[in-house]
């Protein structure tokens, strides 16, 4: 994945470029739908979306080889996709004082709590990598694409393999994979 600060010509503004190869799976979204969901359901502090999409013609092709399938855990077909995002700003170990510290991760906790109170959509992957913070010393929950909906959750539809920043899992998971 890669994020990088470019220039819409449309606006004449600079947005958020990601990068990335996404999972393709019917229980996960692409990261643009989910945030179109989180905005629906009025969950505060996450970056605006201005487009999101698959570039065409850009899927892996590895895990269809006969070499993949001799695999004992299936190889994962994976879609390119380009995610662009109206707001920007710090990394969250760049804060100048502890109260932006606190206050980023306060705003990246609600955040969290609307997408699942109201939205129930649980986000599965928060780091320090994963909250940025604003020009106005407040805070962003972003990085949505390994979230989950509830709905699959309960219906038990997971990942091939365990999913997150490893240093944020939680220990019982490590060691009970």
Not at 22 to 31: A, K, L, M, T
Request: proline letters at 2%.
């Amino acid at each position: 994945t890669r994020v990088v600060t470019v220039y819409c010509v449309e606006t004449g503004k600079l947005v958020l470029l990601k990068d990335t190869w996404r999972v393709v799976s019917p229980s996960q979204s692409p990261e643009h739908t989910i945030y179109e969901e989180l905005k629906k359901h009025r969950v505060r502090n996450i970056c605006t979306c201005k487009e999101g999409s698959d570039v065409l013609d850009q899927v892996t092709k590895t895990q269809d080889t006969s070499m993949a399938r001799r695999l004992s855990s299936p190889l994962r077909r994976l879609q390119h996709y380009r995610l662009f995002l109206n707001e920007f700003g710090r990394s969250l170990t760049d804060f100048k004082n502890t109260k932006e510290m606190v206050t980023a991760v306060r705003d990246a906790i609600i955040a969290h709590g609307d997408a699942y109170d109201k939205a129930e959509i649980f986000h599965r992957d928060i780091s320090s990598g994963n909250i940025l913070i604003t020009q106005t010393g407040g805070g962003l929950l972003i990085d949505w694409d390994l979230c989950k909906k509830l709905q699959h959750i309960r219906q038990g539809q997971g990942h091939i393999e365990r999913t997150g920043t490893w240093q944020f899992m939680a220990a019982r998971l490590l060691v009970i994979p």
